[in-house]
């Protein structure tokens, strides 16, 4: 059983940086997909980012260009680097994972999730 567990949330200026990481155990981190999703007030859980086995990322449009997933596989922890935060980017962020080769931006497809992080952006 897959354990995953986030850190690295808080409060952020508008045009600021936070890192996300999330820590993950009972696993083979080098075999897993590793993906971050976020829900904000009132809205659906959204697709952040995804990183797979040999280092393929994919990214949702609105954060291209301000988000970087990364992973390190000798500590079996995957990071979000957020810069230029947005107050749209407010939300609790998820960490999730699954054993599956191909990225995906499908939540059902994760079989592991995290208790998530909360990220709040203030102007």
């Known amino acids: 059983q897959v354990q995953l567990v986030e850190s690295g949330g808080g409060l952020a200026q508008v045009g600021g940086s936070l890192r996300l990481s999330c820590a993950t155990s009972?696993?083979?981190?080098?075999?897993?997909?590793m993906g971050w999703f976020r829900r904000a007030p009132g809205k659906e859980r959204e697709f952040v980012a995804a990183?797979?086995?040999?280092?393929?990322?994919r990214y949702v449009d609105s954060v291209k260009g301000r988000f970087t997933i990364s992973r390190d596989n000798a500590v079996n922890t995957v990071y979000l680097q957020m810069n230029s935060l947005k107050p749209e980017d407010t939300a609790i962020y998820y960490c999730?994972?699954?054993?599956?080769?191909?990225?995906?931006?499908?939540?059902?497809?994760?079989?592991?999730w995290g208790q998530g992080t909360q990220v709040t952006v203030s102007s």
């Open positions: 990183i797979n086995r040999p280092g393929f990322t």
């Open positions: 009972g696993g083979t981190f080098s075999r897993l997909l």
């Open positions: 999730a994972a699954d054993d599956r080769f191909l990225t995906t931006s499908t939540a059902s497809e994760y079989d592991y």
